[in-house]
């Protein structure tokens, strides 16, 4: 019984997927097909910088869409002296979108978003996820090659801007 619960719900829920792509806006079905094609989809919520400069950043947010293949490329990493998040061997190319899918830059993970944080007795706390990325370019420039002023420009858009982080690039 729940499973032809399940198939109706399915075939209903396709049918009006079907019936309504046609009729939304250009950048509503470019958010749904980040959303499906998607190995690693993250909803950004708030950085920290990681360095001063700003091409490392400790991302924080919502795991959205994660497959078996992106969760099997994260391995445990030991931390770094000082900054106990990682050392940097997790490799994962990521591209920054902003609510509307345009694309804001381009980036590496560079730790587990998986990664928990150990429990304290007595309390339960949810945490938010989040991992360490290398910007590796912003607007099409490349981050190493931008000046000082450009720089902050160009990240103070990202800040107000980011919305969603994937592993998929249209």
């Known amino acids: 019984m729940l499973k032809k619960i399940r198939d109706f719900r399915k075939k209903t829920q396709d049918q009006y997927m079907n019936d309504h792509r046609e009729s ?5 079905k470019k958010v749904m097909e980040l959303h499906e094609r998607s190995g690693f989809l993250f909803y950004y919520e708030n950085c920290e910088l990681e360095k001063a400069d700003g091409s490392r950043l400790v991302i924080q947010g919502d795991i959205a869409v994660s497959d078996q293949a992106i969760q099997k490329q994260l391995k445990p990493v030991p ?15 990521l591209y920054l979108y902003d609510g509307q ?8 993970m560079l730790s587990d978003p ?3 944080e150990e429990k304290r007795r007595g309390f339960l706390r949810s945490r938010k996820h989040e991992f ?15 000046d000082e002023r450009r720089r902050k420009k160009l990240l103070g ?8 982080i994937s592993d998929y690039s249209f």
């Open 24 to 28: 939304l806006e250009p950048w509503k």
């Open 79 to 93: 931390a770094v002296s000082g900054s106990g998040r990682g050392d940097g061997t997790i490799r994962i190319g």
């Open 101 to 108: 899918a345009r694309l804001l830059g381009e980036g590496i």
């Open 114 to 116: 998986y990664e928990k």
């Open 132 to 146: 360490i990325m290398e910007i590796s370019s912003l607007s099409g420039e490349a981050f190493q090659d931008l």
């Open 157 to 164: 858009n990202l800040y107000r801007s980011l919305s969603l």
